[in-house]
């Protein structure tokens, strides 16, 4: 069972040679995110003796909160923040600089203090790249990418598909009003020709025969048991490549089906722990191996 998560208003101030790192979101008691976290901080103490008194919590914060909190987190002594739903967009407005990746996400899951104020940065782009990378063998800017979903989650799949020097993304998403708001969102900071957007229902031709076709799963579909697979795998090349960002449950039914059909497949939790590693750089500095967190992050999936 999950570890209780700290309420806001029982918050307390740290020990002076504390340092705190939290996650805030609603609902967050089912983050796995400070056992990975704090075994990569046991790991960093063994070299040097600092991070002893580093420790990573979950927070339990309101949407309503948010502007409370985040003061109120840097003077009980937290120095480094990661925002999961509903904070990575609201959290926007109350922010003294925002990294330009995650500017042009237009989402924020990672907070560092200054001193003086709270800055912001993305790391899904780099977890994502680096989890496909890995766990795939694929290159973004050498795949045809098909990224699936209109959210904040298929916002920052694009966008980092794009700056990492893809051609174009072909984006689906089954509501075309919420598809044309991200495509405009999204044309607002890259070329128009580079997005290809359209609904799930109308797949063009041109995807069904691309020869390195990397499909990315940026929708909820596949959170609950019974939900259906986003979209169809019957009749893509035995070369397409599947990444779904979920990774609890760590088999989607578009994962079942792309091993029916011999498709290499990938869940989410590799873009977890790599997104956590270097929201983890970004706060102490130092070169984290996400090979401890990898494994803690197994442990934790396989007795929950």
Known sequence: MPDLPIQLSG??????????????????????????????????????E????????????????????????????????????????????????????????GAVNTLAWDGTGWK????????LETAVSDELKASLPASSVLVLGAGGAARAAVARCLLSGCECVWVANRSSARL???????????EQDRIRPFVLSEIPQEIMEFQNLLIINATSLGLAQTDPSPISLSGLPSSTKVYDMIYNPPETAL????????????????????????????????QVCADSMFACAKEVMQKS
């Open 255 to 286: 994962l079942k089906e792309a091993g029916l059909a011999g498709l290499a497949r990938e869940n989410g939790l590799s873009m977890l722990v790599h997104q956590a590693a270097k929201a983890l750089e970004i706060w102490t500095s130092e």
């Open 180 to 190: 044309e708001e991200l495509n405009e969102a999204l044309c607002r900071e890259f």
């Open 50 to 105: 600092r991070f002893v008194h580093w420790r990573y919590d979950k927070i339990e914060v309101q949407a309503s909160e948010l502007p409370e909190a985040l003061p109120k987190l840097a003077r009980m002594g937290y120095r480094g923040i990661n925002l999961t739903i509903p904070h990575k967009v609201e959290v926007l407005p109350l922010l003294d600089w925002i990294d330009d990746e995650a500017n042009l996400m």
């Open 120 to 127: 912001g940065y993305n790391t899904d782009g780099y977890g």
């Open 11 to 48: 918050l307390s101030a740290l020990p002076s040679e504390k340092v705190g790192l939290a996650v805030l979101g609603y609902p967050i008691a089912h983050s796995i995110s400070p056992s990975l976290h704090n075994s990569a901080l046991r790991k960093l103490s063994e070299k040097d």
